[in-house]
């Protein structure tokens, strides 16, 4: 079981992952805080970009020999696989990590696993620790991963003015969640210049005519796993396919009348009060699709 000080590490750890929102894509964003063996902390790291060092990597790099004996605690299982970098399993293994401790099973993991290939090492492994904890940064790629295809955000004001102010404030403020942001509906990156030029491209342009999961698989393949449509514009081509929005995020002005509109199918995750509006931000609810 884990200790609370191994608890407190694993949401360092998951604050460290948020760091990699909207840059590691096709990659997961993922963080690890290394713990010596008196228990503190030595080493953090989080993934940037695919291409580029993964978090245990940066952590154990970090902690250079004071790793020895000691324990990772990493939100996602470390790969067991050679690609672009190295295998993070045996990064840990040759470090001398005595325990390892990961929030949530990898399930593009390659034969038998990270963790299991840990455990044969002689290493004690523990797994699901904080994982609905984990799951609040890891989530949107991990349903975007077993569905092939983008987590999608559909963020838009009621009441906007002519100038769709309060919309392109929404973009601001979010688009660093998704790799791509459909505004006016021409993609562009979220994160502006964030991702690895050899393992992402921006998806072609999308006609709104035409039905949006081809487009979504398409983004999926350029190595898209978060989108954010942003304006009401989309409103007419998600009528019928509400149910391929994972988040949604709605902005209404506190002198507005409006009233809120139809949103079943969805459940309040929470809200933010700002001195000229408020945004209520929404997620499917549970038994809808992942």
């Known amino acids: 079981m884990a200790s609370n000080i191994e608890l407190a590490a694993m949401r360092h750890a998951i604050a460290l992952s948020a760091m990699g929102i909207g840059t590691t894509s096709p990659n997961p964003p993922v963080g690890c805080v290394i713990l010596n063996r008196q228990n503190a902390i030595v080493g953090r790291g989080f993934h940037r970009r695919k291409g580029e060092a993964h978090a245990e990597v940066h952590a154990l790099a970090e902690a250079?020999?004071?790793?020895?004996?000691?324990?990772?605690?990493?939100?996602?299982?470390?790969?067991?696989h050679i690609g672009v970098t190295p295998a993070c399993r045996q990064e840990l293994i040759d470090a001398g990590i005595a325990r390892v401790v990961i929030s949530v099973i990898d399930p593009t993991s390659r034969g038998d696993g990270?963790?299991?290939?840990?455990?044969?090492?002689?290493?004690?492994?523990?797994?699901?620790?904080?994982?609905?904890?984990t799951l609040a940064v890891l989530g949107p790629w991990l349903t975007a991963t077993l569905r092939r295809r983008p987590h999608l955000i559909w963020a838009y004001a009621l009441d906007d003015d002519h100038d769709n102010s309060m919309t392109r404030q929404l973009v601001r403020d979010l688009r660093a969640r998704a790799d791509v942001v459909l505004a006016n509906r021409s993609p562009?990156?979220?994160?502006?210049?964030?991702?690895?030029?050899?393992?992402?491209?921006?998806?072609?342009?999308?006609?709104?005519?035409?039905?949006?999961?081809?487009?979504l698989t398409a983004a999926y393949a350029t190595g898209a796993r978060s989108?954010?449509?942003?304006?009401?514009?989309?409103?007419?081509?998600?009528?019928?396919?509400?149910?391929?929005?994972?988040?949604?995020?709605?902005?209404?002005?506190?002198?507005?009348?409006?009233?809120m509109p139809n949103v079943a199918g969805f459940e309040i995750v929470d809200f933010w009060a700002g001195l000229d509006s408020v945004r209520v931000r929404f997620r499917q609810a549970e038994g809808e699709e992942m």
Do not use: K
């Open 114 to 133: 990270g963790a299991s290939m840990l455990a044969a090492a002689g290493i004690d492994v523990e797994t699901d620790v904080l994982r609905n904890e």
């Open 64 to 80: 250079g020999p004071a790793a020895r004996g000691g324990t990772a605690v990493v939100t996602l299982e470390p790969c067991n």
């Open 227 to 259: 989108l954010l449509l942003a304006g009401c514009e989309y409103a007419g081509m998600l009528r019928h396919e509400r149910n391929i929005v994972d988040e949604l995020v709605i902005a209404v002005r506190r002198t507005s009348s409006s009233p």
């Open 188 to 215: 562009v990156e979220g994160v502006p210049g964030g991702h690895s030029v050899a393992h992402f491209t921006l998806p072609e342009h999308v006609d709104l005519d035409t039905d949006l999961m081809p487009w």
